[in-house]
């Protein structure tokens, strides 16, 4: 069975400040890992994604996340907020290996604030 | 190169009423997934298919809800019946490849049952 926990339904920061989203999974299999952005009232697009390769992940929009298997955490960073930034953020886990669905975690909402 | 296509964009039933939803993949892709989304909830994994077989259907509600991809045409998620708490997001999501493939989404079809 798999598991996705993001920290904190709402994450509020300045413009130009670090954006940090939290994102921790249980898998009983080594997983691949993704983060997807939603705007609203549109659907998911990929931000990064994570598969046993490199463990410092690069996305679009500058976006990054590491995998850090000792803490079963995959944290998403920006160094720098942007006013279009301001969306949801969703952290899911598959488990590779077979074609299941993937795991979703609730979501955080990213708040930029001027 | 368009991506993953849902019809309608916004459907509107009665209770007691059929909703069919429409999911086009990606060019290419065998692949098919349908995810539904409640309000301030993460998305939530029904079915996996790929053409003319149903590979898992683990998320799918035991009644009323079925899903087929045929040969030819676009995946359907149909819906007999409707109720309230049926309203909701659902998103299908298409991929190349079984293992480790990534997912993408499409726009989201809303359905709101009167």
């Known amino acids: 069975a798999q598991s996705v926990t993001q920290l904190g339904s709402h994450v509020s920061v300045s413009e130009g400040a670090l954006v940090l989203l939290r994102c921790n999974y249980s898998s009983s299999v080594p997983p691949y890992l993704f983060w997807y952005v939603q705007y609203p009232n549109q659907g998911l697009q990929l931000l990064l994604k994570y598969t046993s390769a490199a463990t410092l992940v690069k996305g679009i929009n500058g976006f990054e996340a590491e995998f850090k298997k000792s803490e079963t955490s995959f944290h998403l960073t920006k160094p720098s907020a942007h006013m279009s930034d301001a969306a949801e953020y969703f952290c899911?886990?598959?488990?590779?290996?077979?074609?299941?669905?993937?795991?979703f975690g609730k979501g955080t909402h990213l708040i930029i604030q001027p | 190169n368009a991506g993953v296509m849902q019809n309608p964009r916004h459907l509107v039933r009665r209770r007691g009423q059929e909703a069919r939803l429409r999911c086009s993949p990606m060019?290419?892709?065998?692949?098919v997934y349908w995810y539904r989304q409640l309000p301030e909830e993460g998305l939530k994994f029904m079915v996996y298919l790929q053409k003319e077989n149903i590979i898992d259907e683990s998320g799918m509600p035991k009644e009323r809800f079925s899903a087929e991809f045929p040969k030819e045409g676009p995946s359907i998620l149909r819906i007999q019946q409707v109720v309230r708490g049926d309203s909701a997001a659902y998103f299908c999501?298409?991929?190349?490849?079984?293992?480790?493939?990534?997912?993408?989404f499409g726009p989201g079809t809303r359905l709101t049952v009167l």
């Open positions: 999501a298409s991929s190349g490849t079984r293992e480790y493939g990534t997912q993408y």
């Open positions: 060019k290419g892709h065998s692949h």
């Open positions: 899911a886990v598959g488990s590779g290996g077979g074609a299941d669905g993937l795991t």
